[in-house]
DNA sequence: AAGGCGGGGTG
DNA sequence: CACCCAGCCTT
């Protein structure tokens, strides 16, 4: 039997701590070494909150929302008796929309039973709580011992133990290093602390180990070449789609429709559009008859495919008759996601 | 295990 | 252009 990798990072947390004391990033949903040392805890709504809000998504982006949010809905009892269509409103821009819908779903589930609950595997069953958002409030509003792994501190360990194996069974290890290093007594601080120690420390191209506090137990240091790790699977190349988006005016009014719960931008509000394929631009199919005149084009770029959206404009006397329109005053149009944001922009001018 | 699912910032 | 970011859910 192999010793375990994690045997050789056992003084980690020693290391680790005192460092994040001094290092910690001033975030506004935590609470600081010093404010815990005190007693202190953050609220567990808000800490849930945030952990929603920042999954794929960087700081700078998601903290105005998480702003926004936080005054209009102070405790989770708030945002569980907002409307749907409220929140989708407030999501809009923030992408990966069906975040928002479980939050919603997640909010009166714990709204229901009286709070949210405080382990990690109780945690687990909630909606859009993953496994590391899980271990992430558990440890930090409930100084439960879980681990949260996020891409940083995938990325971190990656670097620690120079993992050079297929990444996805790599991962898998490093979940488990992790595990076994929390501390009892400061797991929350310790998963803050790794997060900020990838995140402003061991960056993804240019790590700076000469102010690392852990560098000496770093296997890619001793190599030489940290930013060679993590070795991840090349990815695909994007497939473009094309689109049209069609934007109605009659009077003041503008056609909008809400896109069905499952599926791209689901359950958000949007311009009616077909569907869009690769290959080049279909015939177009607008929600009514009219006189259209091509507006432009506009790009966006998705997850796994881009988008050339050409976006088409018409001005009718009277409402057509469309099932599902939801007629909006056209100087007072919010909650479109980016890509019809763009679309409606360009439409405007 | 693999793929769907946003959006913006950075080099 | 590519890669990354406080990942989760469905198939």
Redesign the pocket.
């Known amino acids: 039997m192999a010793p375990a990798k994690h045997r050789d990072l056992n003084s980690l947390p020693g290391k680790l701590l005192p460092w994040f004391e001094r290092h910690a990033?001033d975030?506004p949903?935590?609470t600081l070494p010093a404010d815990r040392a005190v007693g202190e805890r953050p609220d567990p709504y808000r800490v849930w909150l945030?952990?929603i809000m920042?999954?794929?998504?960087?700081?700078?982006?998601g903290t105005p929302y998480f702003h926004a949010f936080t005054e209009r809905w102070p405790s989770v009892e708030a945002l569980a008796a907002a409307k749907d269509e409220d929140v989708m409103s407030a999501w809009?821009?923030?992408?990966?929309?069906?975040r928002a819908r479980?939050l919603l779903k997640c909010a009166r589930e714990v709204t229901a039973r009286g709070g949210f609950p405080e382990t990690e595997a109780e945690l687990r069953k909630l909606?859009?709580?993953?496994?590391?958002?899980?271990g992430?409030i558990a440890a930090i509003a409930f100084d439960q011992k879980a681990a949260a792994v996020?891409?940083?501190v995938d990325?971190v360990f990656a670097r620690l133990l120079a993992l050079k194996g297929e990444w996805?069974a790599e991962k898998k290890v490093i979940a488990e290093t992790v595990r076994a290093l929390v501390p009892e007594d400061r797991p929350g601080e310790f998963a803050?602390a790794l997060?900020?120690l990838?995140?402003t420390v061991c960056t993804?191209?240019k790590p700076n180990c000469l102010i690392c506090p852990v560098s000496d137990l770093c296997a890619a240091r001793a190599e030489g070449e940290p930013e060679r790790y993590?070795i991840?699977p090349?990815?695909v190349?994007?497939p473009v789609r094309y689109g049209t988006a069609y934007v109605l005016r009659v009077k003041d009014q503008v056609l909008l429709v809400r896109r069905p719960d499952k599926?791209?931008?689901?359950g958000m509000l949007a311009l009616p559009t077909e569907d869009w394929v690769e290959g080049g631009f279909a015939e177009t199919r607008p929600p009514a008859t009219a006189e259209w005149e091509d507006i432009g084009e506009v790009r966006?770029?998705?997850?796994?495919f881009?988008l050339r959206f050409r976006v088409m404009r018409a001005e009718a006397a009277r409402k057509p008759k469309i099932p599902g329109a939801i007629w909006t005053n056209a100087n007072a149009v919010k909650g479109l996601?980016?890509?019809f944001e763009k679309a409606y922009k360009l439409a405007l001018k």
């Not at 920042?54 to 982006?61: A, G, V, W």
């Open positions: 990033r975030l949903w935590r945030c952990e920042m999954q794929q998504t960087t700081i700078p982006h809009a821009g923030l992408g990966y929309y069906a479980n909606p859009g709580i993953g496994p590391y958002t899980a992430a996020d891409g940083n990325r996805a803050e997060m900020d990838g995140a993804p191209t993590p991840k090349a990815k190349a994007k599926g791209l931008l689901g966006h770029v998705f997850t796994h881009a996601p980016s890509v």
